[in-house]
């Protein structure tokens, strides 16, 4: 099962590896001519009242030549030009550009003033041959470009390399990094002893310790990739990929614990007489369910990447894929919340009762936060809805981690008298009422 999973995770994260489009606002590339109409060669959300776009080429002769130039669209006005239901020639589309930049030197700058709030903008190159159809000129020399995009800083120099809606993240993933740090010198020591004793918590504890190994992980991953794209406006793109893998690694994990447990839980309440202690099985019905719920997050994470390829963890969630997953989600909150419901409901233990309602709580916030944040970030602009939803999720999932950390530690009556004490957990083997631990 081990191998399983492991796999699921490294197609997912090599999925996103291979398919992640270029997140950096420093562009190279080649501007080639092609009819049919302009398409973007750049986004970005500019603020402030001395935001910069900076373009050099190669070569100027075949610019002027072609008569090149860049056209720079409000991402408002754009998609209302598309969705007009008046039929604009392609050269009336384009003379529609709130701004224009002539390319005929080889270096240039075109300074975005008067600004009101953070808006997206599209950069599109156009040339003579942009809107004839069926161009096809095998001769045409290709223009070699270096395009960097920048918003003033908090001096209001326009040095910053991040877009609105990506402002403040290094400074998140440092003061989160930072967190991680101080959490490890308190309690390593102490979870390392508790995990070097054994006992009934043992492979929970392990499992929820390896997860938040890989939340670590990608949060220092996130760090660096920022900390580099702070400086170059290109990053890192491995550590930024290495972030994503270990984010998947993590989910994938706690999906299958979480919905283990739960599964256990359900299906061992039907098979036993109430008289009987609840134990927690790792049936092959509950480790069937889970299985297949793994392999189907899975597969949209894959589906994901194909239709959406400039996104992280946590942003997207417009394509068919995204809405998916999220329902995903929902479904698996609901349906953990109900099953657990049914098992509080009857059970007579104030102790277990508490148990069960703190394990749900940190369940539930674990599946429905992504959900959640997705709905409440339409309620802010749009460059806005990033940060929300990251910040949100990371903030979400710590906390849930913290509540079952705490309660799988607890050392309260309940796990002195229940069943508990000599429990099968998922991942783990036994025989008869006395369970024997393989690892």
Not at 55 to 80: D, G, P, S
Not at 135 to 140: D, K, M, T
Not at 305 to 333: C, K, M, P, W
């Amino acid at each position: 099962m081990g191998r399983l999973l492991w796999l699921l995770c490294v197609a997912v994260g090599s999925s996103r590896w291979w398919l992640r489009g270029a997140q950096g606002k420093t562009l190279r590339g080649r501007f080639p001519s092609a009819g049919g109409g302009a398409r973007p060669a750049a986004r970005f959300q500019f603020h402030g009242d001395h935001a910069v776009l900076y373009i050099r080429i190669n070569n100027v002769a075949a610019a002027v030549e072609k008569e090149a130039r860049l056209h720079l669209f409000q991402a408002q006005e754009w998609l209302k030009l598309q969705d007009s239901t008046q039929d604009h020639s392609c050269g009336e589309k384009l003379s529609k550009a709130q701004l224009t930049m002539p390319m005929n030197l080889t270096e240039q700058n075109l300074t975005m003033t008067q600004i009101p709030y953070p808006e997206t903008w599209y950069v599109f190159y156009v040339d003579k041959f942009t809107c004839e159809e069926n161009y096809e000129n095998s001769e045409s020399e290709d223009i070699p470009f270096e395009m960097v995009l920048l918003n003033p800083d908090a001096e209001g120099n326009p040095l910053d390399h991040f877009s609105a809606g990506e402002s403040g993240l290094h400074e998140f993933f440092f003061l989160l990094v930072l967190a991680y740090f101080v959490a490890a010198c308190i309690y390593t020591q102490s979870l390392w002893q508790t995990l070097k004793k054994g006992g009934p918590m043992h492979t929970v504890l392990k499992v929820l310790s390896t997860v938040l190994l890989f939340q670590a992980g990608s949060a220092f991953a996130n760090y660096l990739h920022f900390s580099s794209y702070a400086k170059d406006g290109i990053g890192a793109p491995f550590m930024g990929s290495l972030a994503e893998l270990c984010d998947i690694v993590c989910q994938i994990q706690m999906l299958y614990l979480l919905l283990s447990l739960c599964m256990g839980w359900m299906i061992g309440r039907m098979k036993k007489s109430q008289s009987r202690p609840l134990q927690w099985d790792s049936t092959p019905a509950s480790t069937g369910i889970a299985v297949v719920v793994v392999v189907t997050q899975g597969i949209l994470l894959i589906w994901e990447q194909f239709e959406d390829t400039n996104h992280h963890s946590y942003h997207s969630h417009h394509s068919l894929a995204s809405g998916l997953l999220i329902g995903l989600r929902v479904f698996l909150s609901l349906s953990l919340a109900c099953g657990l419901y049914q098992i509080i409901r009857v059970e007579r233990s104030t102790l277990k009762r508490e148990f069960y309602i703190t394990f749900a709580k940190g369940c539930i916030l674990w599946f429905l936060c992504h959900p959640g944040l997705a709905t409440i970030s339409m309620l802010f602009r749009d460059y806005q809805r990033e940060k929300v939803i990251t910040i949100g999720v990371i903030l979400c999932q710590s906390v849930s981690m913290v509540i079952l950390y705490r309660l799988f530690l607890s050392h309260s009556l309940y796990w002195e008298v229940s069943s508990l004490s000599s429990v099968t957990l998922p991942l783990t083997m036994a025989s008869g009422h006395k369970s024997r631990h393989y690892f």
